[in-house]
């Protein structure tokens, strides 16, 4: 009697430790989720606008009227 008694409680016992491993795993894949979210929002302005403004430089580096060389060949061939 007492052996099953013990048998059962100790299958209480891992079975708490299991559940509790497993709540806390999720928990920390769930705070990383979370936390990446919320990094991502905040640095998503700063990347877009910077995004906008090297593609205005690189714009306004390039003469409007220019042709590459290879395209000024093409055009020299025919």
Known sequence: MIGALLGL???L???VV?????L??????????VGLLGL???LLPIVLVGWVV????QRA???RGALS??????LDSH
Do not use: Y
């Open 24 to 33: 806390a795993v999720l928990g920390l894949v769930f705070g990383l989720a």
């Open 54 to 57: 090297v593609k205005l430089v």
């Open 61 to 63: 580096e390039r003469p």
């Open 9 to 11: 409680i100790g299958a």
């Open 40 to 42: 991502v929002i905040k």
């Open 18 to 22: 299991v559940i509790a491993v497993v």
């Open 69 to 74: 060389a290879s395209d000024q060949r093409w």
């Open 13 to 15: 016992v891992v079975g």
